[in-house]
């Protein structure tokens, strides 16, 4: 046995020392410049940093939106892929083209996806087209604050698939005879769902939560190939701000930028997971 654990650290000591030289010490690394001045010397001024970045109105613009496009973003991601995948499920095996299709936004590059999305929300495209025949006027969806629905849209678009992928698995992992013997006993549908298809996709259910949060929280990427470095205030997120400061070299108030945002996203997830744990001991 002895012998077995060691040959196991032999295979897991270049994922570690990778792990370790790109990620741990740079983490860490980073944490020490928060704290320091930025110059020449590099002298420590502890918490001043901090202090002068959560007072930056562009840093608290930038969080405000990035907290609320997650807020919206994700239970939209995490209610329309349960429902696209209890959907799937019922029509199997024939739905095995709709779950290919629903997952190629995800593999697909951002940037082809993107220049679909510029085509469709101009001001003579798709979505002005459908306004229009609606009665309505037409909207300068790539301006203003109206840039909010087409980047929201967008987001769901590209993560609806793998969220779907995995409740798709949760769903079909539910063994068969408990829908059987539900329906002997006399139990409908909202029943089924609500004893047997909820606990038993819990875990699989909150994994999904979390990894469309943490997604969300990387909206950047969206708002920067239609924004710009500087979007409009409505859309404007952290990560703007940090880009921005790296950009003019700014390295501590980058840092600190994401230190405190770390620590945020620890305290939310920690307060998730205390929720998720407490939820599945009153279901079990």
């Known amino acids: 046995m002895f012998t077995h654990k060691k040959s196991v650290w032999l295979y897991l000591l270049p994922g570690l020392l990778g792990i370790t030289v790109f990620y741990i010490v740079p983490f860490l690394g980073g944490i020490w410049y928060s704290f320091t001045d930025g110059s020449y010397k590099n002298a420590f001024v502890w918490f001043d940093n901090y202090k002068a970045v959560w007072q930056n109105e562009m840093f608290q613009l930038g969080l405000k939106n990035t907290m609320e496009l997650s807020l919206i973003c994700t239970p939209l991601v995490w209610v329309l892929s349960f429902i696209v995948a209890m959907l799937l499920n019922r029509i199997k095996p024939k739905g095995a083209f709709f779950r290919n299709s629903v997952l190629m936004p995800y593999l697909m590059p951002s940037s082809a996806i993107l220049l679909i999305w510029l085509v469709a929300f101009d001001f003579g495209g798709v979505a002005n087209r459908l306004v229009t025949a609606l009665g309505a006027g037409r909207v300068s969806w790539l301006e203003g604050s109206a840039l909010r629905f087409p980047i929201i849209l967008l987001f769901v678009w590209k993560n ?26 006399g139990a409908g549908f909202f029943r089924q769902a609500f004893s047997i298809t909820l606990p038993m ?46 950009s003019k070299l700014n390295y501590q108030n980058v840092t600190t930028a994401a230190y405190s945002f770390a620590v945020l996203v620890f305290l939310l997830f920690g307060i998730l997971f205390l929720i998720q744990r407490k939820l599945q001991k009153n279901i079990s």
Do not use: C, H
Not at 160 to 176: C, D, M, T, W
């Open 201 to 246: 996709v819990a875990p699989s259910a909150f994994l999904v939560f979390v990894m469309a949060w943490i997604n969300a929280f990387k909206i950047f990427k969206e708002v920067y190939f239609i924004g710009g470095a500087y979007p409009d205030p409505s859309v404007y997120t952290l990560q703007n701000y940090m880009n921005n400061m790296f």
């Open 160 to 185: 609806l698939g793998f969220s779907v992928i995995i409740f798709l698995a949760a769903l079909q992992s539910i063994p068969k005879p408990l829908y059987e013997y539900a329906r002997l006993e």
